[in-house]
């Protein structure tokens, strides 16, 4: 039973992942830092900060 759970794991998991969403949504959080950034920072440390955040998220690994 274990042997067929991995099995379909291993053959369903590249087929349920789906990248360009996964990017979207990191890329999402780098807004979403950048405003709770603004509240408590001065901008030219936020816009660093977000600089960052969407140069990684656009990346494919």
């Known amino acids: 039973m274990r042997i067929l759970a991995i099995t379909l794991l291993v053959l369903i998991g590249p087929y349920g ?3 360009a969403a996964q990017a979207q949504s990191s890329c999402k959080v780098c807004s979403d830092q950048q405003r709770a950034c603004m509240k408590n920072y001065a901008g030219p ?3 660093t900060e977000y600089q960052m955040c969407m140069k990684s998220c656009g990346k494919k690994s």
Do not use: E, F, L, V
Request: proline fraction near 0%.
């Open 45 to 47: 440390t936020c816009k």
């Open 17 to 19: 992942s789906n990248d």
